[in-house]
């Protein structure tokens, strides 16, 4: 049976997949089963983000694979302990303490319930448990219950009623709508700031800014989802630091490009003190409070210190930012006008189309119909919504990468 009709019979058809094959990859290139070799711009949704088959990364699997794969956290594991030291040390550069998951769903969990727990901590002037959690319309979040719940798409929720309780949703970037968003209830304000499913949509710095005022005036935690962001994807290691950078936020969730291609997640928790007695925020998810039977196991553990490490040590940080230049500059020279925006930061970049340029087929989108043609000249993206496509490269990209992607880009807008 061909792997299309393996599927067919066995998987659940949950994903609209791509008539693609991929069977290896290296660096920013993937082969399909006929050989056929294909640009890769989505690396996994922004997952792989030292490239395929990374010579630092297979050696770090390879290795730990023949020493110890998973032991319980019952245990003390030495390589989550040097994981967490490497974010809070060279990354986060706050004190605080993480949790590791297996993905980003499960570390938005994670936020979630320490927004419960503080909100038991820090009840409300009548003394009742504060438990709501503000989110943003065309947010993305994950798709366990609660992490869905928290998502501001109603696409996503569709049919899954009855939902989490304890979310609302607000426009993003609009500061007037933070004004009366407050309630009894109110406990934390949860947002991407870049927003990637839902457009790649970029958080103002007046709009962080303002969020973190109100934050501080009402006791609110502050919590930053960096799923798809983070990790140099935006340039800093922390894609918030790219927009307001003296802003400190109470809890942080990542995972896609911290493993480069493995499953792992995380949250981070801050320090800081959320009483007079002086208890720790960090303190309140304790024994008991939270587990992960898989988490932060060996092998995941030392694929995102290489990841990691790779990153910082090769600044590809930097990297992000000046390929992003070079995009932005080359495709403003086109001047074509079925090119309406380009969003984004780095290398999480969206490029926004008119829909009224490209024909659409009954059950496609505008941005569909773009990413199948990319595909079949040899470059692969995603798209983000109905009208834009993401450029997700490898952080360690080159220049005739890039320019290879833009000449493909350009022979398939070109024809709108």
Request: include cysteine.
């Amino acid at each position: 049976m061909t792997t299309p009709e393996l599927y067919a019979q066995h998987v659940l058809p949950t994903y609209g997949r791509f008539p693609l094959v991929p069977v290896r990859g290296a660096r920013a290139r993937l082969w399909d089963e006929n050989g056929k070799s294909y640009l890769d711009f989505c690396m996994g949704i922004a997952v792989c983000s030292i490239g395929h088959c990374h010579p630092r990364l297979v050696e770090a699997i390879r290795h730990q694979a023949g020493e110890l794969m998973h032991v319980s956290n019952l245990y003390q594991n030495p390589l989550q302990a040097e994981l967490a030291e490497e974010i809070n040390t060279q990354h986060v550069k706050l004190p605080g303490k993480i949790f590791f998951s297996n993905s980003g769903a499960e570390a938005n969990d994670g936020l979630i319930k320490a927004a419960r727990r503080f909100g038991l901590k820090r009840p409300a002037t009548d003394g009742s448990q504060r438990y709501e959690v503000v989110t943003f319309l065309q947010s993305f979040h994950g798709r366990t219950l609660g992490a869905m719940s928290a998502t501001g798409q109603k696409k996503i929720q569709e049919g899954f009623d009855p939902l989490l309780p304890g979310f609302r949703y607000l426009p993003f970037n609009d500061v007037a709508a933070l004004e009366n968003a407050v309630r009894p209830e109110t406990a934390a304000i949860l947002l991407e700031p870049v927003q990637g499913e839902g457009g790649v949509n970029m958080a103002t710095p007046e709009f962080l800014r303002a969020v973190a005022d109100l934050c501080k005036k009402h006791d609110l935690l502050l919590f930053f989802d960096e799923v798809q962001a983070g990790f140099g994807r935006c340039g800093d290691a922390m894609a918030w630091r790219m927009i307001a950078p003296e802003i400190q936020p109470d809890g942080i969730s990542w995972a896609k490009g911290m493993g480069g291609g493995v499953p792992i997640g995380a949250f981070w928790l801050n320090d800081r003190s959320v009483n007079e007695d002086g208890t720790a925020l960090s303190s309140l998810l304790g024994q008991g409070s939270h587990g992960s039977t898989y988490g932060g196991n060996p092998l995941v553990c030392a694929a995102s210190l290489a990841v990691l490490k790779e990153i910082r040590e090769k600044e590809l940080g930097v990297n992000a930012i000046f390929q992003e230049v070079r995009i932005r500059e080359t495709i403003r020279l086109w001047n074509l006008p079925i090119v309406t925006e380009i969003r984004g930061q780095g290398l999480l970049l969206g490029i926004a189309l008119d829909p009224a340029r490209i024909p659409t087929p009954e059950g496609k989108t505008p941005a569909l119909v773009i990413v199948n043609l990319l595909m079949e000249r040899g470059l692969l993206v995603p798209p983000a919504g109905p009208d834009t496509f993401r450029l997700l490269p490898p952080l360690n990209v080159t220049d005739a990468e890039v320019d290879e992607a833009l000449v493909t880009i350009h022979s398939v807008l070109a024809e709108f």
